[in-house]
């Protein structure tokens, strides 16, 4: 398992823990994403850091029995510093249908510290 692998997987437990029961740090939490991140969401709304931060900090514990698991994560490219991949992630909830999407993951390594610099998830049909 490669180190970017380790850390959508982590990161997945992370947000899985905060907004299902709103465990963990938020610091920590935010800490995984760049001050430059960016992300496209399965709806097509673009998000920066700022309004991820205040998704997240706003969202902690909302989503009682939240399961999220990721799989099918491939390594599409790999330079110094930073990697992209893709991998599909089932989100479910209990009393509703699977939400399920595949994501692509640009990484960026800064300080020692892999950094999600941009998200694009597309909603599975």
Not at 55 to 62: E, I, K, L, T
Request: charged share 20%; glycine share 8%; net charge negative.
């Amino acid at each position: 398992m490669t180190r970017w692998t380790i850390e959508i997987i982590d990161a997945h437990i992370a947000i899985e823990n905060w907004l299902g029961r709103g465990e963990g740090n938020i610091d920590a939490l935010l800490a995984r994403f760049s001050p430059d991140f960016t992300m496209v969401t399965p709806g097509g709304s673009s998000l920066d850091h700022a309004a991820l931060c205040q998704f997240f900090r706003a969202q902690g514990g909302s989503r009682s029995g939240l399961q999220i698991t990721v799989d099918n994560i491939a390594l599409l490219a790999e330079w110094p510093g930073g990697a992209a991949l893709r991998y599909s992630e089932k989100q479910i909830l209990p009393q509703q249908p699977a939400s399920l999407r595949w994501s692509t993951v640009i990484f960026q390594q800064a300080e020692g510290k892999i950094l999600w610099r941009h998200l694009h998830e597309t909603a599975q049909m």
